[in-house]
């Protein structure tokens, strides 16, 4: 059940994941407009401030319709949003869903995605209850394979996202 009233916030050693505030625009811009960011990712960069406004107001809608939910990741000293992680794509039952991430590459090699990606997997197995979380990762990001696998995610080899073929699936089961 996605009970986000009030939002979820979650805190670690470094960080503390929020919602998305409108104020987030410049930073989010940042992020979504960064060629490094979007290497992997089968999406134009943001190329407009206004885009990244708009993703705003998509993202607090599709937490109000319990789509997904959506965290800035900010460090706890500056509160500076420095990347995104999400649960979204959830099955019919809300058993299963897909993480999803991205981080300005400043803050790379640091282990902030690593920390953020481990509370939101807490959250998403003790909280929502899910009993699967799925990474969809292109197969040359050696990073992304590798936080995941830190992270106990399995490859399914047997999976193709059918609208990526470069991507290739890893699971994390309860």
Known sequence: MLNQNPFPSLTTKRLLLRQLKTTDKKAVFKIRSNKVVYKFIAKETFKKIEEAQLFITKIKKGITNKEHVFWAITLKETQELIGTVCLWNFSKNRLIAEVGYELHPDYFKQGIMNEALQSVIKFGFE??????????THKNNEASKTLLIRNNFKLDANRIDKGFPNNIVYILSK
């Open 127 to 136: 909280s929502l209850k899910l009993n699967t979380i799925e990474a969809f």
